[in-house]
């Protein structure tokens, strides 16, 4: 995959209730940032996978969501959902590797190391911590996205920014391809990555949840005037 190197990975995904959150219109958001440059797509299930496979001639990263007995979100629960991904048209397959337990009581390196073994495209490890990335390179993940710093209990959100330290700390110890994704909203702070160490940056949320930059925008507007009303 040395296609993705130094490139823009775009999350192709849509949330319950998004008016946008059907396989057609997924689709036409991967054909999108593959017109704009991006060097692969990251796609949230099966029926998603298969609805771009048709129109994009990029890598897809392949993925489902569970949740765990917390209510936090579990990327990619089950080994059946892994073979529908890669029966779907996957290229890659990203998973949960962080140390929380799953339902079933596998660790998420326990699931990497699994399905590994299981089928034959790459895996990425989606991690929220070094250690885990550090785990997760030892059973033998392909890639190590940042993308759980700020959602597990251990990595809680302090400030809305991308986990860059994290990104530096894991690229300077691994030569396992190292995925920077997490609030990333600027080009800026992407670019930043790719200069820490990342072998590439993957962006969701600011490129493809237009209900979500409508309220970003939206609510600075709001601070503004209720800042310029005070004065």
């Not at 995925?179 to 600027?186: F, L, Y």
């Amino acid at each position: 995959m040395s296609e993705l190197k130094k490139g823009l990975i775009v999350s192709c995904q849509a949330e319950e209730g998004s008016p946008f959150n059907s396989p057609e219109f997924i689709a036409a958001f991967a054909k999108a940032a593959e017109l704009g440059g991006a060097v692969a797509v990251r796609v949230r299930d099966p029926e998603n996978v298969a609805a771009v496979r048709k129109v994009v001639n990029l890598p897809v990263i392949g993925l489902t969501k569970g949740y765990y007995s917390t209510g936090t979100v579990l990327i990619t629960p089950t080994v059946d959902d892994v073979i529908k991904l890669v029966k779907s048209g996957a290229d890659i397959v990203a998973v949960d590797a962080t140390r929380r337990l799953r339902p079933n009581g596998v660790s998420g390196a326990e699931f990497v190391r699994f399905i590994k073994s299981k089928i034959e495209i790459p895996v990425m490890a989606d991690i929220s911590d070094v250690d885990e990335a550090l785990t997760a390179v030892d059973v033998g993940a392909d890639f190590v996205s940042t993308t759980l710093s700020g959602y597990t209990e251990e990595s809680a959100d302090a400030n809305g920014l991308p986990d860059l330290d994290l990104v530096r700390n894991i690229s300077s110890r691994v030569r396992t391809p190292v995925i920077a994704e997490g609030r990333i909203w600027t080009p800026e702070q992407a670019k930043a990555a790719i200069e820490l160490g990342a072998y590439a940056v993957c962006v969701g949320t600011a490129i493809t949840r237009p209900v979500d930059i409508v309220h970003k925008f939206a609510f600075s507007l709001s601070i503004g005037i209720s800042s310029h009303q005070q004065k």
